[in-house]
């Protein structure tokens, strides 16, 4: 269980590394209101597919442009804090766990 939580913790650190890096070159994306999971996929997907065109065109990012604006929490909230999680869900986090 406990290396599960590990490698989980880890990879939720680099998606949000993405996420952050993305909404600092593409600041529009804070202010940007998705109501279906098809257009948040194409706005994710829009946006990486931009970044990588400019990367391959050599435009660096400057380390003040990758950052939001100070006070801007580009973290969405934990969806899951404070509820309890059902019993199947436990069941299978804790069976993935045990393959690992």
């Known amino acids: 269980m406990q290396a ?3 490698a ?3 990879q939720r650190v680099v998606i949000e590394g993405a996420f952050g890096l993305l909404k600092g070159r593409f600041r529009r994306l804070l202010h940007i209101d ?3 999971i098809p257009q948040a996929v194409d706005t994710v997907l829009g ?3 931009l970044h990588n065109i400019a990367q391959r065109a050599s435009d660096q990012l400057n380390d003040d442009e ?3 604006d100070s006070g801007t929490d580009v973290s969405p909230p ?4 404070g509820h309890d ?3 199947p869900a436990t069941a299978l986090r804790d069976a993935v766990a045990l393959s690992l």
């Open 4 to 6: 599960f939580n590990s």
């Open 8 to 10: 989980h913790n880890g």
């Open 78 to 81: 934990d969806p899951l804090q």
């Open 34 to 36: 998705v109501l279906t």
């Open 47 to 49: 946006a990486c597919v």
């Open 85 to 87: 999680t059902p019993a």
């Open 66 to 68: 990758a950052l939001p």
